[in-house]
């Protein structure tokens, strides 16, 4: 039987601002119209005998009806439920709960558990199959428990998305559909209450021939975004921004977005406010926060108006931008 504990540590959005350390004044303006509210929950799945920390950004009560879409994250290597916090403020003032995942395994413990010189051997470690395989089962566990406890009667369990940055965007597109070959067989993770995907600077699946063939199954909407200066520098896994275009260009659904930013970095995506340019960084976030949320509205309301006006507003900090909607 698995065992929960829940703890709300915050619930308005400006004492939110002021501990997370919002870096904009826009953002800071912005996290004024509503305020929003945050849990943190320490959860076990006793089958895999695994800790699954979470963090919940929930929309104002005041101003939601109905039941709310939910956005389930999935943090990059070395990451933490803590982080990308930018996104979960702004989801949850666009009416959007989100659930940001904490995979034990692969999260922040990698940099401060060991020595310095055992690094790499844990990065290594954190990206193997076995990992890879958990975090997928963290986003299902996490689910389940979402579902099944006091917040599962006003979340909508029709309108959940996958989201995730870095190896988080390999996690989330295993969960939506794709499939990779081990012992003859392929291993389906799929979870069928994904409606749709946010893939932010998605690494290739490393070691394997086809991209086609793993994502050719995925077949919901999906929205990918990365930057021209999008590297990553882990030895043995470098990858730069034309893997990005190629997850984006191999997607089998034919409902998918691209955005590609000039310059910026792998972390601009992150809670970092300095890497990628100061003046470019709080740009981008505000842009993905605002792309995210017009992809949202429009894959689950059918309003497209913001998503066709983004690239417009936007184009003075982009390099490319495409759609096959």
Known sequence: MTTRRQIIRYAVGGSIALTLGCTSDSMRRSQNLSTFEVRDADWHDQRRNRSVPVRFYLPDKKIMTGKRPLVVFSHGIGGSRYGYSYLGRAWAQAGFASLHLQHVGS?????????????????????????????????????????????????????????????????????????????????????IRIRAAIV??????????????????????????????????????????TDRIHIFDNMGSHH?????????????????????????????????????????????????????????????????FTSTC
């Open 107 to 191: 999260d922040r413990m990698l940099w401060i558990a060991g020595s310095p010189l055992d690094l790499v051997s844990r990065l290594h470690q954190a990206a193997r199959d076995s990992e890879a395989i958990a975090r997928v089962e963290d986003v299902s566990f996490a689910l389940d428990q979402t579902f099944s406890g006091d917040l599962g009667q006003t979340i909508d369990p029709n309108s959940v998305i996958a989201a995730g940055h870095s190896y988080g965007a390999n996690t989330s597109l295993l969960a939506a559909g794709a499939q990779v070959e081990r012992g003859g067989r392929l291993l389906n993770l799929h979870d």
């Open 200 to 241: 932010i600077s998605a690494p290739p699946f490393y070691g394997e021939l086809s991209t086609h063939r793993i994502l050719n199954s995925v077949q919901i909407p999906s929205l990918h975004i990365t930057a021209t200066n999008d590297v990553i520098h882990i030895p043995g896994y470098y990858s730069d921004v």
């Open 256 to 320: 998918k977005i691209l955005a590609v930013f000039e310059g910026g970095s792998h972390s601009i995506f992150t809670d970092r406010s300095g890497t990628g340019g100061l003046l470019l960084n709080p740009k981008v976030k505000d842009a993905t926060s605002k792309l995210t949320s017009a992809f949202l509205h429009s894959i689950l309301n059918g309003d497209h108006d913001d998503l066709r006006h983004w690239p417009i507003k936007h184009h003075a900090i982009l390099s490319r």
